[in-house]
Every structure is written in structure tokens, then in C-alpha cells.
Nanobody, 115 residues
Framework: QVQFVESGGGFVQAGGSHGLSCAAS????????IGWYRQAPGKQRDLIAW???????AYANSVRGRFAISRDNAKNTVYLQMNSLRPEDSAVYFC?????????WGQGTQVTVSS
């Protein structure tokens, strides 16, 4: 069964740093581009960072220069290091293939940045 499980969310002060992890199972990881997405209350779910199987990365304008995505194919895990956090970064963070597959969405992990 295909599954993504996000972890590491929490409360952070503005300007701080925090890291998230995404564990994948079911043979969906090593050959696929994986993305981090986020969804704030009342807003759509947006793709913010993605990484190809060979490790090439790309970022949305809103997080470029502050966030860093990485992957460990041996552990079937993708990471998101978030620096210089802002209150507007508060959201539920998800991972999925890029482009996403509807049935692969996990529960996400909440990040709250206080001002």
C-alpha cells in the first residue's frame, strides 16, 4: 500500500528554523520526483519545493532562499529544512509525488510560526 507519512511539525518563533521529514513506502520513492506542499486555512494546497530522483531541486518564490529540500533514497525519506520562518509559513505541510497523486496524500504535519 502506497503511503506518505509526514512528521516534525510544531510551534516556532518567527525568524527561527525547523525541519520536517517525509517517509514513503510502497515503491513510490526512489524513481520519482517528490514534492513538499502546504495548505493554510482557507487556502489551496500549494507546491513549495521538489526534488528529482537525481537530487535536482526547485522552489516556489515564497520559500526560495529560506527552505531546502533533500532526500535520502536509502531511507525512502525526504526532508525540508525551513529557515527564517515567517508567520505566513504557518500551514499544514504535506509531501507527495510531483505532480501529486490523489490517493497518496497523508495527514500532513502542522507548522505554526508565531510573530
Amino acid at each position: 500500500q502506497v503511503q506518505f507519512v509526514e512528521s516534525g511539525g510544531g510551534f516556532v518563533q518567527a525568524g527561527g528554523s525547523h525541519g520536517l521529514s517525509c517517509a514513503a513506502s510502497g515503491g513510490i520513492f526512489s524513481d520519482n520526483t517528490i514534492g513538499w506542499y502546504r495548505q493554510a486555512p482557507g487556502k489551496q494546497r500549494d507546491l513549495i519545493a521538489w526534488i528529482t530522483p537525481l537530487g535536482y531541486t526547485a522552489y516556489a518564490n515564497s520559500v526560495r532562499g529560506r527552505f531546502a529540500i533533500s532526500r535520502d533514497n536509502a531511507k525512502n525519506t525526504v526532508y525540508l529544512q525551513m529557515n527564517s520562518l515567517r508567520p505566513e509559513d504557518s500551514a499544514v505541510y504535506f509531501c507527495n509525488r510531483n505532480p501529486p497523486v490523489h490517493n497518496y496524500w497523508g495527514q500532513g504535519t502542522q507548522v505554526t510560526v508565531s510573530s
